[in-house]
């Protein structure tokens, strides 16, 4: 570049523009050059999975006629958000550098040290919390069910335990959510225990269609990050997808019908909802973004506020 003489401008020069140091920008930081939508930045934060356990819980209080408590709903979302987020970070740092090929799992290790400071701050807010907000009864209860989630946490990060991991992920995952959601419920001493089961089981197969059906999206990933998964070891297909929520509809639906104005019936009519979303997603994946796509995943788990209404 030639001087400038005194006194002489530099108009008619070409605009030289500096680029910005590489790292400044959390979107080029974890998606290259492409802005990072919305669905993304909730899958990434790890939103989704305690709005929908919120919902689910409330869902199951209305029909079981018993009151949670703002504490005990938060405590759960929480909870769930704290399960989420340390499966993320323990993965991201199992991973090596520029292995991660999923932008949650990127997330997890470029904003690693921000993570944790949050995930200690929220626990410790979840701590305070139950402390104060939960009963002796709810607390004994949410206890025993974070003992078997810790557990979980801990097999799939263990590498003698990674190939029994393949044929359980999906549906561990579907049971400790399940039960996560259910468990402050049933604390409430008023609950009518027999119940309770049809109420587990149509959450239960919701969540495991869920996480089988984001697994087989997620397979070519997961294998190149060598996560465990359902879907990889069993090879599930769309087809597959397709005849596993085609049964579950049929039982939801007999359920439904005989038992309309029972809570069995209730959570099976929103088992049915979510069932139809799920496959209506599965034969739609290929032309739709993988964030996008996770999140209506996830958005099909909020069946319960269309059946709300319809509860007495």
Known sequence: MRRLKPGSSNRGEPKIRVARPAGRSLNALLNGSKPISLPAWINALSLDAPIVAMVWQAFFARLLEVRVSLAAQLVLGMGVWLAYVADRWLDGRK?????ATTLRHRFAQKQARPIAVAWALVFTGAVILAVIGLSRREMISGMAMAAPVVAYLAAVQSRQLIPLMGWLKELLVALLFSGG????VTAQPQVRLGDVPPLFVSLFAVSLLNCLTVSTWDQAA???QAQPSMAIRCRISTVGLTVMGGVFMSAFVVMAVLRWHQPAGL????SVLSVTVLLILNLLSGGSRPSGRRLAADIALLSPM???PFLR
């Not at 991973?95 to 292995?99: E, T, Y």
């Not at 959601?181 to 402050?184: A, I, P, Q, R, S």
């Not at 959570?267 to 929103?270: G, S, V």
């Open 222 to 224: 997961d294998a190149r």
């Open 181 to 184: 959601c259910m468990v402050l």
């Open 95 to 99: 991973l090596r550098a520029g292995m």
């Open 306 to 308: 269309v059946v709300w």
């Open 267 to 270: 959570a099976a009519a929103a």
